[in-house]
């Protein structure tokens, strides 16, 4: 199995930025790596991923302004996020796949923007 921890959220203003990260316990650099978020109310939506290869992936709602990106040495997937929107308000989780034939969720970090 593998453990997911995400860290690097917290409480920024309106056209702050926060960089969010996502450490791994295990090797990770055959998999695929996602980004996210889930707003009180709503359903968890897609963010942003970066493949195995580098190749990366943003929601519409995000290009531009967040940057996914990925240190194998390290285990950790980084997402950037700059200009930050008061709905950018959700809490973040990262998802590998497949590790071990299966997706691996972390348990999320709390971004708040204030306006």
């Known amino acids: 199995q593998v453990h997911l921890v995400e860290s690097g959220g917290g409480l920024v203003q309106v056209g702050g930025s926060l960089r969010l990260s996502c450490a791994a316990s295990?090797?990770?650099?055959?998999?695929?790596v996602g980004w996210y978020r889930q707003a009180p109310g709503k359903q968890r939506e897609f963010v942003a991923a970066i493949t195995s290869g580098g190749t990366t992936n943003y929601a519409d709602s995000v290009k531009g302004r967040f940057t996914i990106s990925r240190d194998n040495a390290k285990n950790t997937v980084y997402l950037q996020m700059n200009s930050l929107k008061p709905e950018d308000t959700a809490v973040y989780y990262c998802?590998?796949?497949?590790?071990?034939?299966?997706?691996?969720w972390g348990q999320g970090t709390q971004v708040t923007v204030s306006s």
């Open positions: 295990g090797s990770i650099f055959t998999s695929n």
């Open positions: 998802n590998v796949y497949p590790y071990m034939g299966r997706s691996w």
